[in-house]
T-cell receptor, first 110, second 113 residues
Framework: DAKTTQPTSMDCAEGRAANLPCNHS???????VYWYRQIHSQGPQYIIH???NNETNEMASLIITEDRKSSTLILPHATLRDTAVYYC???????????FGAGTILRVKS | EAGVVQSPRYKIIEKKQPVAFWCNPI?????LYWYRQNLGQGPELLIR????????DSQLPKDRFSAERLKGVDSTLKIQPAELGDSAVYLC???????????FGPGTRLLVL
């Protein structure tokens, strides 16, 4: 599975959009980009995933560049409850192992 | 829909004692995973089950760790004897099948003294 690079930490003002970047320059054509987050003392929570096209669900939007070498997770209106560690993971379509990196610590501040 | 259930949530034991963690996956999920998360790090896969069969246990320290999923639903992860370095959060996850999205439980936080 391809390696991902994320910033160590980011701050965001409450009510503003939070844009979390992820680099995956070695991604292969059959690898998906997954995003999970982990709020303190809880298990990782699935957010969204995509292959080529941009994706949106009730939690977030995922923007994948045309060359697929990077992506951005967008939380449109961040709240204090969105403070968490956000993990960007690349995984093959039939792969089963989620390889977590260190993730990005997002702090939403009032 | 109920999520992945794990118990206990917290466990404190002395080294050399045995300990067991229990996981009930989301109903209908055939694939079950156990991960270990050390402080400040991301989770790492220990073992994966497809129904009753352990299909990937390459990262499970087999000298002291064991796991079972007898009826293809609930699973138990055991450590015997526990060592100080086993202090971590043990997470269970499940998915409909191979390659599907994994959903995690809240984890069991183990402290070995």
């Amino acid at each position: 599975d391809a390696k991902t690079t994320q910033p160590t930490s980011m701050d965001c003002a409450e009510g503003r959009a939070a844009n979390l970047p992820c680099n995956h320059s070695t991604i292969s054509g059959n690898e998906y980009v997954y995003w999970y987050r982990q709020i303190h003392s809880q298990g990782p929570q699935y957010i969204i995933h995509g292959l080529k096209n941009n994706e949106t669900n009730e939690m977030a939007s995922l923007i994948i560049t045309e060359d697929r070498k990077s992506s951005t997770l967008i939380l449109p209106h961040a709240t204090l409850r969105d403070t968490a560690v956000y993990y960007c993971i690349v995984r093959v379509a039939q792969g089963n192992k989620l390889v977590f990196g260190a993730g990005t610590i997002l702090r939403v501040k009032s | 829909e109920a999520g992945v259930v794990q118990s206990p949530r917290y466990k404190i034991i002395e080294k050399k004692q045995p300990v067991a963690f229990w996981c009930n996956p989301i109903s209908g999920h055939n694939t079950l995973y156990w991960y270990r998360q050390n402080l400040g790090q991301g989770p790492e896969l220990l073992i994966r089950y497809e129904n009753e069969e352990a299909v990937d246990d390459s990262q499970l320290p087999k000298d002291r760790f064991s796991a079972e999923r007898l009826k293809g639903v609930d699973s138990t992860l055991k450590i015997q004897p526990a060592e100080l370095g086993d202090s971590a959060v043990y997470l269970c996850a499940s998915s409909y099948g191979q390659g599907e999205t994994q959903y995690f439980g809240p984890g069991t936080r183990l402290l070995v003294l």
